[in-house]
């Protein structure tokens, strides 16, 4: 009954921008943080940034800061992840994720997740 829908990934080189989009449909889901997490091949789920539900609060993962940046648009029910300056290293699946927990990082604290978009970065 809720659904979340990542799409904007591809493959870009080392230094391009893509900009991920996380749309959620179903069951509204009402004052809750959204995420970013990814994965690469043989590595564990890692967080990448998250924002509260009035778009005021972000934290990020050190290895994105000053290059990644969440926002949302509530209306639109839409979350977004603007990646600048890529590197190979941020090569992976991207997934957003939903949260009743204001300061969650860890994965096991989302409630919802969406399907992933594949970001590929050569160099």
């Known amino acids: 009954q809720v659904q ?3 799409s904007g990934g ?13 749309t959620t449909s ?22 990448v940034a998250r924002i509260s539900w009035s778009g005021a609060r972000t934290y990020y993962a050190d290895f994105v800061k000053g290059r990644f940046t969440i926002s949302r648009d ?7 992840l603007q990646m600048n300056s890529l590197k190979p290293e941020d ?3 991207y997934s957003c994720a939903a949260s ?4 969650a990082v860890d994965p096991a ?7 992933g ?6 160099s």
Not at 10 to 22: I, K, M
Not at 74 to 80: G, P
Request: hydrophobic fraction near 30%.
């Open 4 to 6: 979340l829908v990542e």
């Open 10 to 22: 591809g493959s870009v080189q080392a230094g391009g921008s893509l900009r991920l989009s996380c």
């Open 26 to 47: 179903g069951r509204t889901l009402r004052s809750v943080t959204m995420g970013w997490f990814r994965q690469a091949p043989d590595k564990e789920r890692e967080f």
């Open 74 to 80: 509530n209306a639109k029910n839409t979350v977004y």
């Open 91 to 93: 090569t992976a699946v």
């Open 100 to 103: 009743y927990d204001p300061y």
């Open 109 to 115: 604290r989302y409630d919802y997740w969406g399907q």
């Open 117 to 122: 978009t594949q970001v590929t970065v050569s």
